[in-house]
């Protein structure tokens, strides 16, 4: 069962996404301490967002939850439509209640995640360039999502 806000819930973003682009995969921006959390991959040593490919049935949402939870560990809620990237991949702005902002900056991936993600890395979006990212596109929706997402604290 995937979590997502009320506020995502009452909106059509599914229309929106598709008449856009032709989402591909759903992946999370997840903020903490003026970063973003992001994962790096083993095959290529390059960052990326916790995300991946949708699965037949599955709402860009759950996607971007069900993917983030496998490569993070983290039971995030997806709270708001961000972007789509060039390549189709769409940006949600998620939240964790985990108390990630107590973890160092790069920490171990879960057991289950080490077959695709090497390290979580917190970053500061606007310290990273084009050839830190496994997609170097994906640069300015990183940045442009970073400013867009703003966490409401209850």
């Known amino acids: 069962m995937c979590r997502i806000s ?3 819930l009452s909106k059509n973003v599914h229309a929106e996404i598709n008449a856009q682009a ?6 999370c921006l997840i903020k903490t301490e003026g970063k973003v959390l ?11 967002f916790p995300g991946g490919g ?3 049935g599955e709402s860009l949402a759950c996607t971007a939850h069900r993917e983030t939870w496998e490569e993070t560990g983290f039971n995030v809620e997806v709270k708001e439509y961000l972007s789509t990237t060039a390549n189709g991949l769409v940006i949600f702005g998620c939240h964790i209640d985990a108390g990630i902002e107590k973890l160092p900056n790069t ?4 057991p289950w995640a080490k077959i695709e993600v090497v390290r979580l890395v ?3 979006p606007f310290m990273l360039d084009h050839d830190a990212l496994r997609y170097a596109d994906d ?3 990183l940045r442009d999502g970073y400013t867009q997402f703003v966490i409401k604290q209850h």
């Open 6 to 8: 009320d506020a995502l």
């Open 22 to 27: 032709s989402p591909v995969g759903a992946a």
């Open 38 to 48: 992001l994962v790096k991959h083993r095959l290529s040593g390059k960052l990326d």
């Open 54 to 56: 949708l699965v037949e």
């Open 107 to 110: 920490f171990d991936a879960p």
């Open 122 to 124: 917190k970053a500061d």
């Open 139 to 141: 640069l300015i929706p």
